[in-house]
């Protein structure tokens, strides 16, 4: 999710600074925003979303260690913190990330949805959601399964992704980034799994891959975004179909540093320097619905 800004190794400098000084992160309360009446799309059925691929709880050689189906009424704040900021992510991004009802909410206790509406706020002329798990739930090795459905449409970025609990080698990306899914929204059909690593920008480093899906786009239906994470090796899948293999050759000479321990984001982003701005075209309010988020660890 992060890219190339010097803005952003700013910002991800200070998070660094701050997470080797804090031991725990405080809670940002639920702010109240008001939403125009126009904008307050509801769902009645959630049949009408619930497509796509679905897959079994229990997987061979896997032991479930942590997961969240959001079948609650509210969000679980013992495992997801809001962000809270409309500093564009380091990446020019146009939404101010609140921890409204409006922007981040369950739909009728069975998915999680972050919700991108287009309002002035605070400067920005966006609004929308990120949640990340950080000193709260942190993982090193294991497979995390993340079932979602996500909006397409020119400058809608949204994101699955994990970063450095405490950034052991360095400010990003010297402590790494695995990107499990990211898209832009003008290449509708294509998710990419990234991951980050090398020197601090402007000699950073990446290599990833993209995937295109078979069939509508990736707002048609639901897809299974996982990632099967080793100690030499990182795997990525689309809907349980193996895509892309990273191993420590593929930073060399550089670091490997996916030896420590990560931790989880979701985020639905508007605009920046990877998808560009809206344009005429794209309608809002957009919807990033996540069905569960599973981690696993080797039997």
């Not at 704040?77 to 990330?97: A, F, I, M, R």
């Not at 309002?119 to 990340?132: D, F, H, I, V």
């Amino acid at each position: 999710m992060l890219r190339y800004n010097p803005i952003k190794l700013m910002t991800i400098l200070f998070l660094a600074l701050l997470g080797s000084a804090c031991s725990t992160v405080t809670m940002v309360e639920q702010e109240d925003l008001y939403v125009p009446e126009s904008e307050m799309v509801t769902i009645d059925n959630t049949s009408t979303i619930d497509n796509g691929y679905k897959p079994s709880l229990k997987r061979k050689g896997w032991e479930l260690i942590w997961a969240d189906e959001f079948n609650d009424k509210k969000l679980d704040t013992s495992k997801w913190n809001y962000e809270v900021n409309g500093d564009g992510g380091g990446n020019n991004e146009l939404q101010y990330y609140t921890a409204s009802p409006n922007n981040v909410y369950m739909l009728e206790n069975k998915y999680l949805v972050l919700k991108a509406i287009k309002q002035n706020y605070k400067g920005k002329m966006y609004t929308s959601g990120r949640l990340n798990t950080r000193y709260k739930h942190g993982w090193i090795y294991g497979r995390f399964d993340i079932r979602a459905k996500t909006p397409v449409q020119q400058g809608i970025w949204p994101a699955i992704w994990m970063l450095p609990t405490d950034y052991v080698y360095g400010t990003w990306p010297q402590s790494g980034e695995i990107d499990i899914m990211e898209s832009v929204g003008h290449q509708p059909k294509s998710c990419v799994g990234t991951m980050h690593f090398g020197q601090p920008w402007p000699n950073n480093s990446y290599k990833g891959k993209t995937i295109d899906v078979a069939e509508g786009d990736l707002s048609t239906a639901f897809h299974l975004y996982s990632v099967e994470w080793e100690p030499k090796e990182i795997r990525w899948y689309i809907d349980d179909s193996l895509y892309s293999t990273m191993t420590p050759a593929n930073t060399d000479p550089q670091r490997w540093p996916f030896d420590q321990t990560f931790h989880m984001i979701l985020n639905l982003a508007v605009g920046g320097q990877w998808p560009g701005p809206p344009d005429e075209n794209t309608t809002f309010p957009k919807y990033m619905y996540v069905d569960y988020v599973r981690v696993y660890q080797k039997k």
